[in-house]
């Protein structure tokens, strides 16, 4: 799969930004296996500077747990590629931001890392919010590449269900 960014449609991007300034809500994410994808394609809307706050690229442990607050136990508990990181992560950028919506993404794009436990492609991404904290699974396939840019497809599809309320599978 090969992506242009010359004529890349950003119609999601647009109606998500459209959604969040007409809430009048603000976003942060906090990316770990998308490398600042999510962020940079809610950026790629003229006028995103209303709605995204900003972002953190925690690729280490180190950076999630001294930034964002993810509790080191909670790493030694379920791993750093779980539903519960996830969340602490969303929750970290909100309250380090001071946004009203933070999302969290954490997984394995692969070719390295795996284990039997977290295999290349699985992915887990968080929203927190006043509506409360949201949380998916998702098993992704492909090369590095595609694996980055489907995670960044299931975050923004995950944040348009969540601005109307639609109800969608929570683990």
């Given at each position: 799969?090969?992506?242009s960014?010359?004529?890349?449609?950003?119609?999601?991007e647009a109606?998500?930004g459209?959604?969040?300034?007409n809430?009048n809500?603000?976003?942060?994410?906090?990316?770990?296996?998308?490398?600042?994808?999510?962020?940079?394609?809610?950026?790629?809307?003229?006028?995103?500077?209303?709605?995204?706050?900003?972002?953190?690229?925690s690729?280490?442990?180190?950076?999630?747990?001294?930034?964002?607050?993810?509790k080191?136990?909670?790493?030694?508990?379920?791993?750093v590629?779980?539903?519960e990181?996830?969340?602490?992560?969303?929750?970290g950028?909100?309250?380090?931001?001071?946004s009203d919506?933070?999302?969290?993404?954490?997984?394995?794009?692969?070719?390295?890392?795996?284990?039997?436990?977290?295999p290349?492609g699985?992915?887990?991404?968080?929203i927190?919010?006043?509506?409360?904290?949201?949380?998916?699974?998702?098993?992704?396939?492909?090369?590095?590449?595609?694996?980055k840019?489907?995670?960044?497809?299931?975050?923004?599809?995950?944040?348009?269900k969540?601005?109307?309320?639609?109800?969608?599978?929570?683990?």
């Amino acid at each position: 799969m090969i992506i242009s960014t010359q004529k890349r449609n950003t119609a999601m991007e647009a109606m998500i930004g459209r959604n969040l300034k007409n809430r009048n809500y603000t976003i942060a994410c906090a990316e770990s296996c998308t490398g600042g994808l999510l962020t940079s394609r809610l950026t790629d809307v003229s006028g995103s500077s209303t709605y995204v706050k900003g972002s953190v690229v925690s690729y280490t442990n180190e950076v999630k747990i001294n930034l964002l607050k993810v509790k080191a136990e909670t790493i030694d508990n379920f791993d750093v590629v779980s539903k519960e990181v996830a969340i602490e992560m969303a929750e970290g950028i909100r309250k380090l931001i001071g946004s009203d919506l933070g999302v969290g993404i954490t997984g394995i794009a692969g070719p390295t890392g795996s284990t039997e436990k977290t295999p290349v492609g699985l992915v887990y991404m968080a929203i927190s919010g006043e509506l409360g904290n949201l949380v998916e699974e998702h098993h992704l396939l492909g090369n590095r590449l595609e694996i980055k840019w489907q995670a960044t497809e299931a975050a923004l599809m995950m944040i348009r269900k969540y601005l109307i309320n639609e109800p969608f599978d929570s683990l």
